[in-house]
């Protein structure tokens, strides 16, 4: 084996470093570390990663639970609880009739279902 090792060192002459067993050690640990480890650097990529997608949904729903306390504070007001309900919910009084106009961009296209 030695032997081998040393007719691949005179043909090779950068694999002499590879001859001392602190660089073996070295590069054992750092392969180790990179790929192998329980905390390695692909496993950081990894969990990196899924903090960032975290943080986005984080603020996407502060601000969803922003406008939804805007809202609540709105419908604190009767006038504005009556014109939601008229809005969303299609609702009318005793006296009235609802004519609900759609136009042609509105309609989901067929097939679209």
């Given at each position: 084996?030695?032997?081998?090792?040393?007719?691949?060192?005179?043909?090779?002459?950068?694999l002499?470093?590879?001859?001392?067993r602190?660089?073996?050690?070295?590069?054992?640990?750092?392969?180790?570390?990179?790929?192998?480890?329980?905390?390695?650097?692909?496993e950081?990529?990894?969990?990196?990663?899924?903090?960032?997608?975290?943080?986005?949904n984080?603020k996407?729903?502060?601000?969803?639970?922003?406008?939804?306390?805007?809202?609540i504070?709105?419908?604190?007001?009767?006038?504005?609880?009556?014109?939601?309900?008229?809005?969303?919910?299609?609702?009318?009084?005793?006296?009235?009739?609802i004519y609900?106009?759609?136009?042609?961009?509105?309609?989901?296209?067929?097939?679209?279902?």
């Amino acid at each position: 084996m030695r032997k081998a090792f040393q007719n691949l060192v005179t043909r090779y002459p950068f694999l002499k470093i590879f001859g001392n067993r602190y660089v073996l050690v070295l590069l054992f640990f750092t392969v180790w570390m990179l790929f192998l480890d329980n905390y390695s650097y692909l496993e950081h990529r990894l969990l990196n990663k899924e903090i960032d997608e975290l943080e986005d949904n984080k603020k996407y729903y502060q601000e969803e639970i922003r406008k939804d306390n805007e809202n609540i504070k709105k419908l604190k007001n009767p006038g504005q609880v009556e014109k939601y309900a008229r809005e969303k919910y299609y609702m009318k009084r005793d006296n009235e009739d609802i004519y609900i106009i759609e136009f042609e961009d509105d309609t989901p296209a067929e097939g679209a279902e």
